[in-house]
């Protein structure tokens, strides 16, 4: 993903709300595969660390990315924007 696509993306993910909470229970199997549906509904998708979770949001970023292979967009704080391009016949979001 070049620069330029992650600056759109994130632009894209400023105007969205948090669609799934990561609370104390941190990375469970149920959590992923709401992360894995939702990719395939959305292709861009927030995710909101609660205060609750004692685990670090860049590497939970990186173990859902890994674990849903799909692209960290950014991570801000508590917030995490995650990116996995569609099939080529229901693309939602065209990348310049």
Do not use: F, H, W
Request: aromatic share 2%; net charge positive; charged share 30%.
């Amino acid at each position: 993903m070049t620069s330029k696509q992650r600056a759109y993306l994130k632009s894209l993910a400023m105007k969205m709300e948090p669609i799934i909470q990561i609370g104390k229970s941190s990375l469970t199997p149920e959590l992923t595969k709401a992360v894995e549906e939702a990719l395939a509904a959305r292709e861009l998708i927030k995710i909101s660390v609660l205060q609750n979770c004692m685990d670090d949001p860049r590497s939970l970023a990186d173990m859902l990315a890994e674990r849903t292979r799909s692209q960290v967009v950014q991570v801000i704080g508590k917030k995490i924007v995650l990116y996995r391009e569609g099939k080529e016949d229901k693309k939602k979001i065209l990348l310049p």
